[in-house]
């Protein structure tokens, strides 16, 4: 089946291009009046289950054409809002056969009540004809509108019972005929300043919520009380159904606050400060995972949301490169091996983890031939030392540059470790042999 989408203005006499179903939103092409030339009319009103009409739902009319390969195509055309009672009328159709839908203005984002194709039809393909001959009338069409499903309910805070607000709510349908396909539902759900959420706009299907706070400042969770997705409570939703008072209890988090000073004493902005907690991998060997992450403000203080109780190590990085900073661990120490385990408690927060960073150092020279002479567009890479687990040593690439007309070149936000550099012509490699400082061809020289 092929649809076309195009909606005629009367009163400019230009047609609109739609570029997707349901969208009123559109790029102007020239068009013709042929299909309002006769003076046929679909009139009817949009209602709900108990007959209350319903107003700003989208009214859209399908045409049916030859699609130029033997076969048919739906125009779609003639989109319009209805009143505040329900009601519909689109006039001057040419004589033909038409299919309707209703759904509601901001299609295909969730909606309150099921899109319907008339004559109460879940699609284009079995929608009812209108027939529009020698410019008559098909009045009182009534399009009575099915509710979808919604789930609502409270999100608390677990050790008070006090509302939680800005919590984002996620749900999920299971697919048809699977057992563990789970699909978002579409649409953005968030707690109000009571707590208080509904999530709308559901078909009928089997659901899971989950529950995202974006400050951190509470644990998210599946309903109900689980971090696995695979525990998740089933929520079967009918057509129409409501579900309420689904209640959420969501626990505080610990957090890690203090504030960075720089060498002067002013404010350390912008620092990146980043918690780390010892874990074993699946190769039983441990290492240092990043749990949390914050920056810090203009004034130097910082708070790291989202953690568990636990034992953490801080890092502080400056936030610009080349960094004027380096990198360094609570308390002023600069590899986390030698940090200062800081205990969080769920629920707390840890208070004046402060540091003060330190400058970056820099290496700078000038490259010139046997006679001394300045050599222009030499590139300088440096290699910082890495000691790995096991003892041993690499070196990792960190970055380059390259000499200027004077043969001068500046190295700059180096931390303080051992480093080790490289020349090389790269635009003419035979005019001078590549080498490390001081003149050897291996690195580990």
Known sequence: MKIKYQLFNPITGIAQLLVSVGMIAIAMIAGSRNVYAAGGSIRGTVTDEQGAGLGRMY?????????????????????????????????????????LSVSHENFPQPSRYVTEFYNNRASLDSGDDIVIINGSSSNGLLLKLERNGSISGAILNQVNNQPIAGVEIIPEFLAEGTSNDWLRSEGTFKSNENGLFEVFGLRPAIYRLSFLDGSLQFSSEYYADTTIADEARHIPVAAGSEITGTTVYLSPTGAISGIVTLPDHTPGFPIQVKAYTKVVG???????????????????????????????????????????????????????????????????????????????????????????????????????ERVNYDGSIDWVHEYKVTSDIEGIYSLLGLFPKRYRLYFSKFDNPLEYLAQYYKNTTNIND
């Open 59 to 99: 009214v859209l009319l399908y045409r049916k054409v030859d699609d130029g390969a033997g076969g048919i195509a739906w125009d779609a055309f003639g989109g319009q809002l209805t009143t505040a009672e329900g009601e519909f009328s689109i006039d001057g159709l040419a004589d033909g056969i038409y299919r």
């Open 282 to 384: 699946g190769d039983g060997k441990e290492y240092w995972d990043q749990r949390g992450y914050a920056e810090t403000k203009t004034d130097g203080t910082y708070t790291i949301w989202g953690l568990t109780t636990g034992s953490y190590r801080v890092e502080f990085v400056h936030g610009i490169y080349p960094p004027s900073y380096a990198p360094t661990y609570f308390q002023n120490l600069d590899a986390i091996q030698n940090a200062t385990d800081i205990a969080v408690v769920s629920g707390q927060i840890t208070p004046d983890v402060n540091v003060k960073m330190k400058l970056t150092g820099s290496v700078s020279g000038r490259v010139t031939n046997i006679l001394g002479q300045p050599i222009a567009g030499v590139l300088v890479e440096i290699y910082s």
